[in-house]
């Protein structure tokens, strides 16, 4: 039950920085971007993205868990409702700011609350920790190149990039980190 709720919030955050209208996190920039080209909405191919990405795992000997899977289906189900009961702001900037801000602060709680069961990585962590393992390459270095290409593809498919782009990859690494303590300030655990 805490890993659906984790993946929901995570989502509904997402959909918040969507309907910002001033710039989505990296992986929704490029969902959004493929939902410019294909029939497909926002949570579908948030959902198709996320399934193509988890096809990489095989040749690297990467094994999906219950969590891996929930984290496809979840996520995208949760950034599409998002985008239908958050309304757009398209001229407020202070309440875009908002949006923004928030956005951060659900996707940090929910990736804490995700982080914490244990239950399988989702795709992007698994492809970024198989691929730290195979090449030797540092894990930040594997992070930013995978969340770079996703960026620059989406934003070449004309997903919006902008002022929300740049604080979500500013603050969400904080916003995990803070998330994290809170969750096991909350939740202790007990040797």
Request: glycine share 14%; charged share 10%.
């Amino acid at each position: 039950m805490i890993l659906f709720a984790a993946l929901a919030i995570f989502g509904l955050g997402d959909s918040l920085l969507i309907q910002s209208h001033i710039g989505n996190a990296p992986w929704s920039v490029l969902a959004q971007g493929l939902s410019r080209h294909t029939p497909f909405s926002i949570g579908e191919s948030t959902f198709i993205i996320s399934a193509v990405v988890l096809l990489f795992w095989f040749p690297l000997k990467e094994r999906p868990g219950f969590g891996t899977v929930s984290n496809l289906v979840i996520i995208a189900a949760a950034i599409q409702l998002g985008l239908y009961i958050f309304p757009p702001l398209n001229h407020v900037f202070a309440l875009q700011l908002f949006y923004v801000f928030l956005g951060i602060a659900l996707v940090g709680l929910g990736s804490a609350f995700y982080i914490t069961c244990g239950l399988g990585p989702g795709p992007r962590d698994g492809l970024m920790t198989a691929l730290h393992k195979r090449t030797g390459v540092r894990i930040g270095r594997v992070r930013l190149g995978i969340e770079l290409s996703a960026l620059i593809i989406g934003g070449l498919l004309g997903g919006r990039l902008g002022l929300g782009t740049a604080l979500f990859a500013l603050l969400i690494g904080n916003s995990i980190a803070l998330s994290l303590n809170l969750v096991h300030k909350l939740f202790p655990i007990k040797d």
